[in-house]
């Protein structure tokens, strides 16, 4: 489960992440020449309607999104491609059903992922305005995705140390992938407790492999893409370089729910 989402992250982290300020103004722009054609286009009475089905949606969000989240583990993974490195910073807490995650772009971006509800909220700070998106999250998305690949092979690897953690290797190969990646069951954190609805999701050739019910943590992942093979970013690393406790709350208060 923690591979498939950190996969699926590393492919949209490294080919989007860069133009994240540009796409931003870009989308900006076009929401505002948006509304001025259906302004032009649209009869008054759709425009009303369309106006208090937003209201209705966002007054729904806000209601439902915590005042904070608490967090008591910060866990970095480095992830390395063709373009450089960077940083992807999540923020965990035992037995919590939501993580929080910062990318350090340059760009006030923090993430939070509630399984509880279900929700995945986007905050951005920028000049100090602070606006927040919240999005459905289903962990099952990310499995029944998985279900559609092709099977994997499943091979171990030797065990060895991360960052003084007892590891776990396993090589995950497919027609489209070869996946080596580390995990550790010596951790107080996990993925599992966010996505744990989906755990009945996972295939029966992973469970053969994999115990849900350990926690595992990924520690280290290295794919490649092997029908691009060397083209650009057709491989991607990620290593845990950072896993300490931390005292850390985010406070959403101030944001308005777009």
Request: charged letters at 25%; proline letters at 2%; one cysteine or more.
């Amino acid at each position: 489960m923690n591979a498939q989402f950190l996969k699926k992250l590393s492919k949209k982290v490294e080919n989007k992440v860069e133009n994240t300020v540009i796409n931003k103004t870009s989308d900006k722009a076009g929401k505002e020449t948006g509304k001025a054609v259906d302004k032009v286009l649209e009869p008054e009475t759709d425009n009303k309607k369309a106006k208090n089905e937003r209201k209705a949606s966002k007054k729904s969000s806000s209601k439902n999104m915590p005042s904070s989240y608490e967090f008591e583990y910060q866990y970095q993974m480095t992830m390395t491609t063709s373009q450089g490195k960077m940083n992807l910073d999540y923020f965990l807490k035992p037995g919590a059903s939501y993580l929080g995650l910062k990318m350090n772009q340059g760009v006030d971006m923090f993430m939070v992922m509630d399984g509880d509800s279900n929700t995945n909220y986007m905050f951005m700070n920028s000049g100090g305005t602070k606006i927040a998106t919240a999005t459905s999250l289903n962990g099952n998305d990310i499995i029944n995705s998985a279900n559609d690949e092709n099977d994997y092979t499943i091979t171990d690897l030797p065990p060895k140390k991360i960052l003084g953690y007892n590891c776990l290797g396993k090589q995950m190969e497919n027609d489209e992938y070869l996946i080596k990646m580390y995990y550790t069951t010596e951790a107080d954190v996990s993925f599992n407790d966010v996505f744990k609805s989906s755990n009945d999701q996972i295939p029966d050739a992973m469970k053969a492999h994999f115990n849900s019910d350990e926690g595992a943590l990924m520690m280290y992942m290295d794919m490649v893409d092997k029908k691009n093979k060397g083209k650009r970013n057709a491989s991607s690393t990620m290593e845990c370089t950072l896993l300490k406790s931390t005292d850390f709350t985010f406070k959403t208060s101030g944001y308005q729910v777009m």
